[in-house]
Structures are given as structure tokens and as C-alpha cells.
């Protein structure tokens, strides 16, 4: 189990006590003498929060039943200061700090001051708001400054309701979820990317990064369950490249084109048929493998591997039959990705391009001039196919179906990667159908005659 799907099992065995939300919320407290006179103001923030109460660190150890004045500074718009009452009910000692947790109850507190509490810690509450999204119809959750939460449903971006959120909600929303390394990374990189898990049935791709100075995420909704080539309609010649023992294999498209469910597909094909050992390199790990025919080693970049390049070498030593690496995206990554499939084994990957041409065009850009005779040697010699897909509304409104190109290393294809002429292989692909080869267009053709997608979807995605 990863970090943070314990973290999020934790927040939800809290959330059934009470709707308590782990995040920080600054806040003012001053304990309250005898002559009912407060004491100094102290400034801190919340470990937890609900409307009846909270909990929050101290170097002081209060004795129980200690009055507190508190001032809380509700994060959300418009800004909202929330002047209460509270009691100590529970003292622990945080072994081996010299600090203790302190829980207070609330106790002078107005019904309209518990509404405005239970509204906004609800409002940030992102584990609520995953658990509500219908994931048929939503892929992607976006958090951003001064917008309300925007879902991409089949495509569109629509808003989720209409209050927006502020920069302090988004920070707070994000770390309730991240484990203590995690922000430490992302403070010093300003990048993080991991896999979450709310529930049991729903994951996450979490992408989390800084636009202006503040903190923004993104959450892919990951289907739970392997779907098959034919559930996504994938091209038949997947089941014939599952079976390859070496060489090179690239799933290529635009982000969200679904790359990542495709190689996923072809690791549990492979899982379930042949067997053998995949060795899998992830940014992060998306979906979970079991072993059934074969051995499924799942390592994810930064927790277990420190780079794509990284975990290949190491890959080489591990005894596998086939890679599997999220993305080519140095010329590392590249170079012994050549060299895993030049010794005897299958390399799956990905690569964001748009079309076969540009596949080629990004894999050799890698390198400089004086490399690129060289690289495109090794890499008539190793590829075997290119699948670039594309994810299209369906006519419904409802759902987007699969259109693929399919490039198949033939003798035409090699020879013309070899001589690095790429503006070739669009033709050699046209001609190629008996080897199962197709263009995007031919797909998307096919699919408008199908009648899958509408007039004006076949206009705006045709090159026609």
C-alpha cells in the first residue's frame, strides 16, 4: 500500500466518526484564566478541523479542561475570521519531539459559525469531491486560482459548480492528500507527479505544479479495471505485437489520447498469455498488476527508480523479457532503450506525437546532428510498429471512440528510417494495408462510415 492511499484510508475512518478534515487552517488561540481574562495570542495551524472541534501542536502542555479563546481564519472566498469558544479534551505527548497534540472541543460556538465551518472544510474536502465525480462520464479534475473546480467530461471542460476557490484552498486541498516527503519534493522542484487512491475502487494520476506562484493540480481518473483490445478498439495487430519477443514498440498521441491504457492492456495480454517477466517504469503507477502467467514488476520513478534511464539500466540486470517505459524523454532513455531491444528483448514505450512522422522527428531530435546517421541505424534495426491514436467524440454525445495510425517496420518503412527521410513514410503507410497498416485518416474515414461520429466531428478532425 502507498503512502498515500494509507493517508487517504486514514482521513476516511475520521470522516465517519465526524466530517473531520486533516488540514491546516491558521488560526489565533489565547487560554482563558480564572478571571476569565484571555492571556497572549498565539499563532498556529490545524492538524485537524470539524465543526465541533480541532487539534493542533503545541510546545506547551495545557492541562485538560483549559479554555481557550480562538480566532479562526477561514480560508475561501470571501475571506471569513471566526471568533470562538473551545475546551481541551485530549492531551498526547508526540514521542520523540518534545511537542503534544492538543484536541479542543468546541463549546461556544453559534449554529451559523458550524455552518460556515462544515461548508468550508466541505468545500475543501478533496477526497469528498473525488468520491462524488460520476468517473463514466469524467476523466479529469483540474483545481485552479480564482476558477471553481473544472471536470473534463468526454472531452469538454465544464465547471463542477460556480463558487471559486482561492490559492490557500488549493495549497491546503493538496497537502491534506501528501505525504511529508511529497511536499518537500514538490516545494524544492515545484513539481510532483503520484498515484492517489481515495478508495479502494478509484485511483488517481495526480499531477501536481505551480502556475503564477500558486499551487494548482490536476486528477486523471484511472479506469479500475484492464480493459481489453477490443473493449477500446484498439487495432487487431496489438495482439500480434504482444507476441514479439525483441524490438521496439511506441504507443504515441497528445496527452489524454490514451497511451497509457493501451501499454497497460498490452502488459496484461501478455500477463495472461505468454507470461514471462514484464518490468514495468512508471511516472507514477497508474494501473495495479497481479501476476498470473508472468511476473509483473511495477517501479515508479522517484519511490522506487530515480529516472526512466535509470531503472532501464538497472532493467537489463533483472532478468526480464519485457520493458515497459512510461515515456522517452531524454537521449539516456532513448540510447539504452535501443540497447534493451538490440539484446534480446521487448520495449514498450510511449512518446507524445501526433502523427508517425513526428514520431521519428522527436525520437532522432533527441540527439545532435552528428548522432543521427547513427541512431536511425539502430532504430530501422529495432522498431517493429508505431500506434498513434486519437480519442474522438462519439456521435451520441456520449463517450469518445479510438481512431489509430498504424505503422508496421516493414522493408519500405526500415530503409526509409535508415536513410532518416521520414517525410516518406506517410505514402509507405497509405500503400501498406496488407500488412495492416492505416493512416489516421483511414481510421477516421472508417469510423464516420460506421457512423460512430457525426458530420461536423469528421470535419473538425479530418485533414480532408
Request: with cysteine.
Amino acid at each position: 500500500m502507498d503512502k498515500n492511499t494509507e493517508k487517504s484510508e486514514i482521513i476516511h475512518a475520521n470522516q465517519r466518526i465526524a466530517p473531520r478534515l486533516w488540514i491546516q487552517i491558521k488560526f489565533k488561540y489565547a487560554a482563558i484564566s480564572l478571571s476569565g481574562i484571555p492571556g497572549g495570542m498565539l499563532e498556529t495551524v490545524t492538524k485537524n478541523i470539524s465543526a465541533t472541534g480541532l487539534l493542533f501542536t503545541s510546545k506547551e502542555q495545557f492541562p485538560l479542561d483549559t479554555e481557550f479563546k480562538i480566532v479562526l481564519d477561514m480560508p475561501g472566498l470571501p475571506h471569513k475570521t471566526l471568533e470562538i469558544a473551545g475546551k481541551v479534551v485530549r492531551i498526547e505527548k508526540i514521542f520523540p519531539s518534545l511537542e503534544f497534540d492538543i484536541g479542543v472541543n468546541f463549546f461556544k460556538i453559534t449554529d451559523s459559525q458550524k455552518e460556515e465551518i462544515t461548508r468550508r472544510i466541505e468545500r475543501m474536502n478533496i477526497v469528498r469531491i473525488l468520491e462524488k465525480l460520476d468517473k463514466t462520464q469524467i476523466s479529469d479534475l483540474h483545481l485552479t486560482v480564482n476558477s471553481p473546480p473544472m471536470v473534463r467530461s468526454f472531452g469538454q471542460i465544464k465547471p463542477l459548480d460556480n463558487e471559486p476557490l482561492s490559492v490557500d484552498q488549493i495549497k491546503q486541498m493538496i497537502y491534506s492528500i501528501l505525504t511529508e516527503e511529497q511536499k518537500k519534493r514538490f516545494e524544492r522542484e515545484k513539481d510532483l507527479s503520484f498515484s492517489f487512491s481515495p478508495m479502494p475502487d478509484s485511483r488517481y494520476r495526480v499531477s501536481v505544479y505551480q502556475q503564477r506562484g500558486g499551487t494548482e493540480v490536476v486528477f486523471r481518473s484511472i479506469i479500475p479495471n484492464i480493459k481489453t483490445r477490443e473493449e477500446l478498439g484498439l487495432p487487431d495487430i496489438i495482439d500480434e505485437l504482444s507476441q514479439l519477443k525483441d524490438g521496439i514498440v511506441i504507443i504515441a498521441g497528445t496527452t489524454g489520447s490514451g497511451k497509457t491504457t493501451t501499454i497497460t492492456t498490452m502488459m496484461d495480454s501478455i500477463n495472461k498469455g505468454r507470461g514471462g517477466v514484464i518490468l514495468s517504469l512508471e511516472n507514477p503507477i497508474e494501473y495495479l498488476h497481479k501476476n498470473v502467467k508472468g511476473i509483473v514488476k511495477q517501479r515508479e520513478l522517484e519511490t522506487d527508480v530515480l529516472s526512466f534511464a535509470v531503472g532501464l539500466k538497472a532493467a537489463l540486470r533483472q532478468d526480464p523479457d519485457v520493458i515497459v517505459v512510461g515515456e522517452i524523454l531524454d537521449p539516456d532513455t532513448m540510447e539504452i532503450a535501443l540497447q534493451a531491444s538490440e539484446t534480446g528483448h521487448l520495449v514498450v514505450t510511449s512518446i507524445h506525437a501526433t502523427d508517425t512522422v513526428q514520431v521519428f522527428d522527436r525520437l532522432t531530435s533527441l540527439f545532435t546532428a552528428e548522432q543521427r546517421g547513427f541512431v536511425c541505424a539502430r532504430l530501422s534495426h529495432s522498431i517493429r510498429a508505431v500506434i498513434v491514436q486519437k480519442l474522438i467524440p462519439h456521435k451520441s454525445g456520449v463517450g469518445r471512440v479510438l481512431a489509430t495510425e498504424t505503422c508496421i517496420a516493414n522493408i519500405a518503412v526500415k530503409r526509409t528510417i535508415y536513410n532518416g527521410d521520414f517525410t516518406q513514410l506517410p505514402s509507405i503507410i497509405q500503400t501498406g494495408s496488407k500488412f495492416k497498416m492505416q493512416l489516421m485518416q483511414n481510421s477516421i474515414d472508417k469510423l464516420f462510415e460506421q457512423g460512430l461520429i457525426s458530420g461536423e466531428t469528421y470535419e473538425i478532425y479530418s485533414n480532408k
